[in-house]
């Protein structure tokens, strides 16, 4: 008797033991799976359970929480849903978060308010400036690197797939099936050839490498320019022969390909990729604190190909927040600043990003950018009673160019009575007809820019 009973409780221990074994298991090593699993819809619920914090722009709520009566007790609200989604995304409880929604998400998620560095008369005149243009607009405080517009056209309204059911269902699927992308946020996640508007890169860093010691010299530049080890000759859009040997001054307020395209490669392989990559290109680690996609500089070229790169074109890519920080940079005497979109959040705050160039250089680039605008390409970006500064570009678009051109415009702004940057913007604007190189640029883009400078300006 005494031999079964101990025999029970053996038995008895040994499956206490594993019920023990697997109940760890549970919750400890598959406990992530399961969490992580699309089926357990516990995060969820909880998730819902209580109305979620709101996206401040200024000091107004841009989104909300509306009780639902169901499982999930409140689904996600949005105000001006369209303008405001490039910056906020989305919260669905059926899709999951995006951009600030998901970078914020700790916060948001337990009730807490979080407030953006969006100005709202910046990024409405962006919105109304693309209009049904497709497109992208960034805007940056140059002093503090504060994003203070981010727009992407076509937009969507983040509340049509908040909640659930067959409504949520469809208008996800035909924002998916939309060929014209909706929700690809062209701001920050897109990149394209920056064109022309690239050779301010290039003329910073001609300055910068003491390729180019007077901006008002000669730059002993042929036009055409044929490509090094190439049958290939680089032309100009003009005609009138003004590029030929012309300063870098001329060259940057008429945009000349041949000047531009030969002063890369006499500054070398090297200094030209160590400037952009000061600029940010190459940077995979750019966050906003949303991630930005990597603007690219090919570090790896031949000369011919590097001719091109320098004009923006080749295999050089970049976003228009990319480019608004060439812009920035410029205008805040060389420092550029760490670009951010939330206020006092995630540690993105007022800090420097990188020193681009000295004082000296940046000054030399303010009047080249403040000619290209008073007497240049960028005519249509002046406004009364400040300085502006501004660089045109069109860039050539699809497989063998085929595509109508990119217009580019990029510029910063501040009033003639303060020498304290305000903004600086980058507009581009996707297939505008163009018949030659910049009239777009200045045609199409700079009206944009200079909308979005006047509202900042006020």
Not at 25 to 54: E, K, S, T, W
Not at 89 to 118: N, R
Not at 301 to 330: E, H
Not at 362 to 380: I, K, P
């Amino acid at each position: 008797m005494t031999a079964h009973a101990r025999h029970a409780a053996a038995f008895c221990l040994l499956l206490f033991t594993a019920l023990l074994v697997n109940a760890v298991r549970v919750q400890v090593l598959d406990a992530p799976a399961y969490n992580g699993n699309p089926a357990n819809r516990r995060p969820v619920i909880a998730r819902f359970d209580h109305p979620r914090g709101d996206i401040l722009v200024g000091s107004r709520a841009v989104t909300g929480s509306r009780a639902t009566g169901g499982q999930l007790k409140y689904v996600r609200t949005y105000t001006d849903g369209p303008l405001y989604a490039p910056v906020t995304g989305f919260a669905s409880q059926t899709y999951g978060a995006t951009l600030v929604e998901a970078a914020a998400d700790e916060a948001l998620a337990p009730g807490e308010d979080i407030t953006t560095t969006i100005d709202p008369a910046a990024q409405r005149a962006a919105y109304r400036g693309l209009g049904r243009k497709k497109g992208a607009v960034a805007a940056l405080d140059p002093a503090t690197g504060r994003i203070l517009a981010l727009v992407s056209t076509p937009s969507y309204d983040p509340g049509s797939f908040a909640g659930t059911g067959p409504d949520a269902t469809d208008a996800w699927a035909r924002l998916l099936d939309d060929p014209d992308e909706p929700m690809l946020n062209r701001a920050l996640r897109q990149t394209y050839p920056p064109g022309s508007a690239f050779k301010t890169v290039t003329a910073v860093a001609a300055l910068a490498s003491g390729t180019v010691t007077d901006v008002d010299e000669p730059t002993d530049s042929p036009d055409p320019y044929p490509l090094p080890g190439s049958t290939t000759r680089l032309t100009n859009e003009s005609t009138s022969g003004a590029c030929r040997d012309a300063s870098l001054r001329l060259a940057y307020q008429i945009s000349c390909n041949t000047v531009f395209g030969k002063l890369g490669v006499d500054t070398g392989l090297d200094a030209m990729a160590e400037t952009a990559e000061a600029f940010g290109f190459n940077d995979p680690a750019l966050r906003i604190p949303s991630r930005a996609a990597t603007s690219v500089f090919d570090p790896h070229m031949d000369r011919a190909q590097l001719a091109m790169s320098a004009i923006g074109q080749y295999n050089t890519a970049a976003t228009p927040l990319q480019m608004a920080m060439v812009a920035a940079a410029v205008a805040n005497g060389g420092a550029l600043m760490q670009p951010h979109i939330l206020d006092t959040y995630g540690g993105y705050g007022f800090s420097v990003y990188r020193q681009v160039m000295n004082p000296a250089v940046a000054v030399q680039m303010q009047q080249l950018m403040t000619a290209a605008v008073t007497d240049g390409t960028g005519r249509n970006a002046a406004i009364p009673h400040a300085v502006v500064g501004g660089k045109t570009g069109t860039a050539q678009n699809g497989e063998n160019n085929r595509g109508l051109p990119l217009a580019w415009f990029i510029s910063w702004a501040h009033p003639d009575r303060s020498p304290t940057p305000s903004v600086a913007v980058a507009v581009v604007v996707e297939d505008a007809a163009a018949d030659r190189a910049d009239i777009s640029g200045g045609g199409n883009a700079a009206p944009i820019a200079r909308a979005v400078m006047r509202a900042v300006l006020g």
